[in-house]
C-alpha cells in the first residue's frame, strides 16, 4: 500500500487484534466483481431512496424550508407526509380537515392536475372541489425523478455503472465494476497475477487493519463476530461503496436540494432493508458479518414480496411473522409446508440470499391516462373532451422519451371504456410516416371510441382510458413516401443536374430489419413478484399510496393516475372486464389484454413459420434429383393405382415369385 492511505483506513489495529490470516476470498472472486457477477461474494449493491419524495419535490418547487410541515394533497386526503408533519401526529390516513386541527400551520398542497378545456396540467388552487372535472397529473414527480436519475449517472463511470430505476423515487446501483476499479487503484498488490497462475489462489490480506465508517449507521455485528477481527476484502469493497454512495447524495442534495437515504450491502434484498433502517437523509452499510445479527430483529413480512399474501400463508402455517422464529425451520419443512419452489426461496430469504440482478431498465413500456367518473358521463362530446386532455397528457410523457427526436415511438394505442359492468376496448396501429404528436394521438382515439359507440348502449361510461405501448425505438434516415415525390423547381433541378452539393443521387441501400427468429422474440422474461403496496418515500405502506404508483423504471410501466384516489369518499370499483375479442377471455387490466393480444398474434405467426418450414421440407424431399434425358426409376407415378406401368427403354420386368 502506498505511504499516504485514504483518509478512511486507520493503520492502526485495536488492542487484542489476532494475527495475520488468510483472505476468505480467492482471485476468482476479485475478477468477478467486473462482470457484475450476481453470484460473487464481493458484489457491492445500493439503494437509495428519496425522502418523502412527492413532499419534497413540492417543498422544492415552492421554496419551503426543510423545518416547516407539509403534506401532498388529493382531493379530501393526504398522499405524502414530510418529517416535521409527521412530528404532530399527521400520517396519510388524515383527510385535510383531520390534519390542520393537529397542525395548524400545516401546508396542504394540491397535487396538479387536468382540467376540461386545459392544454397543460396546472396546479389549480381550487383542485379538491373539482373531482368531476378534474384528473390528477403527476409530471411533476416524473419530471423531476428523471433529473434525480440523470444527476445519479452524472456521479459513476459510464462504462462502470449499472443503473436500475426501480420506482419513481428509488434506484438500484450494482456497485461492483467500480469499486473492482478503485480495489486496483488503491491497492496494487492486487494488480499482481495469482500465484501459479491459478485463480482459485486465496488474495493477500488487505493492508490495513481498521476501517473508518464515517458517520454511515454501520450495522452492529453478532456474537459470534469479533469487531477485533482484522477486516477482509469484501469490508473493504462495502466501505468503498458506501464512499461512493455518500458521493452521489452529495451531488443529489447540492444541485438538486433532495436528500435521499441509502443502503450497502451485498445484494438488492438487503440494500433495500438497509435505505429504510435510518431515515431520512442518511445511509446503512450491511457488512456480509453482520447479515444474521441485522435480520434477526426483523418481520419477515416487512421483506420484499414477503408483506402480501404469500407473507400471510407463511405467518399463518408458522404462526409466526418473526425472523428469528422461522430460522430454525429446515429448508425441507419449508418446502413441505409451501412447495418446493416457494420453500427454497423463503429459506434463502429470511437468511439474507438474494442472486437477482440490477437491470438497467429505465424504459417505459406503456404509458396510461384514465379518469373514473362520478358522477358517470353521459355523450360523445364529454368523453372527446377526455380524450383530449389523455392525448395531451400522453404526448407529455411520450416527449420525455424522445418521441420528438425521433428516439422512442409507441406503435399501438388502446381505447377502453366503461359501462356499467362492462368494458369494451379496441386497439390499433399508430401509423408511421409522420411525426407523432397530439393531434394525430386524439383522432386516433376518436376513432376507437366512435368503433364502440356504433356498437349501441354504451352510456353513461364511468370510466375511459387510453394507452401507448410496443414502444421500440426510432430509426433515423428512413422517409415517408412524401420525401420521395418532389414538386415543381425541385423536381426540374433533379432532372437536369447534379445536385447542390455536388453529390450524386444515387438510390438509398435498401434497409433491412433483422430480428431474432420464431415466437420468443414477442416474450419478455420477467421475475413476477408480487410486491406490498408502499409509499413513496415515506415508512412504507398504507392504504392510498400503493407500488401501483410507481413507475418502472425498469423498464418501466406507467400506472394510472387516478391510483391516488379518495377512497372513503369516492370509492372506486377496479376494472376487471377487459375481454379478448378472440377467445372471450377476461383480463384485468389493459396492459395484460395488450399481452393476451400479443400472445395470439405471435402464436399466429409461429404457426405461420412453421408450417411453410414443413412445406418446404417436404417439397425438397419430394424432389427427384437432376436426371438428363430419362426418368428416375423411384420417381412418383401420375398413373392411377392398380394400372400396369410401361416398360421404359433400357429397362426389363422381373418376376417375384
Known sequence: MSSSPPRFFRDSSPAGAPGHRRSAFTYRHLAQMTSFAASCPLRVIAHIDLDCFYAQVEMVRLDIPEDKPLAVQQWQGLIA?????????????????????????????????????????AYHADAAEHIATDKVSLDPYRLESRRILAVIKEQLPPHLQKVEKASIDEVFLDLSAHVHALLLERFPELGAPPPYDDPAEQLPMPSVSALDWGSDALVDLGEQHAELEEPDWDDVAILLGAEIVRNVRGAVKDKLRYTCSAGIAKNKLLSKLGSAHKKPNQQTVIRNRAVEHFLSGFKFTKMRNLGGKLGEEVTRVFETDQVSELLPASVEQLKLRLGDDTGVWVYNTIRGIDTSEVNSRTQIKSMLSAKSFRPSIRSLEQANKWLRIFAADIFSRLTEEGVLE??????????????????????????????????????????????????????????????VGGFEEGVTGNMGIGAFLLKGEEAQALKTGPRADGSEHRPAEKRRRIEDGGIQRFFTKKAVHPEPATELGSDKGGPMLGSAAKEEISGAQVTPDEVYRDSANHPETPINAHVCPRCDAGLDTPETLQSHQDWHFAKDLDEQERVSSTLARRGSAAAPPARTGRKTADAPSSRRAGRPKKTERGQSKLNFG
Open 406 to 467: 425521433n428516439k422512442r415511438r409507441p406503435k399501438t394505442i388502446n381505447l377502453h371504456f366503461r359501462h356499467d359492468s362492462q368494458t369494451r376496448s379496441r386497439q390499433g396501429p399508430i401509423p408511421h410516416g409522420k411525426p407523432l404528436d397530439e393531434g394525430i394521438l386524439f383522432d386516433l382515439a376518436k376513432t376507437l371510441l366512435g368503433q364502440i359507440v356504433l356498437e349501441g348502449r354504451v352510456w353513461p361510461c364511468s370510466n375511459l382510458s387510453l394507452s
Open 81 to 121: 407526509v414530510n418529517y416535521p408533519a409527521r412530528g404532530f401526529g399527521i400520517g396519510r390516513h388524515c383527510t385535510v380537515t383531520e390534519a390542520k386541527k393537529l397542525c395548524p400551520e400545516l401546508t396542504a398542497q394540491h397535487v396538479a392536475t387536468w382540467r376540461e378545456g386545459d392544454e397543460k396540467w
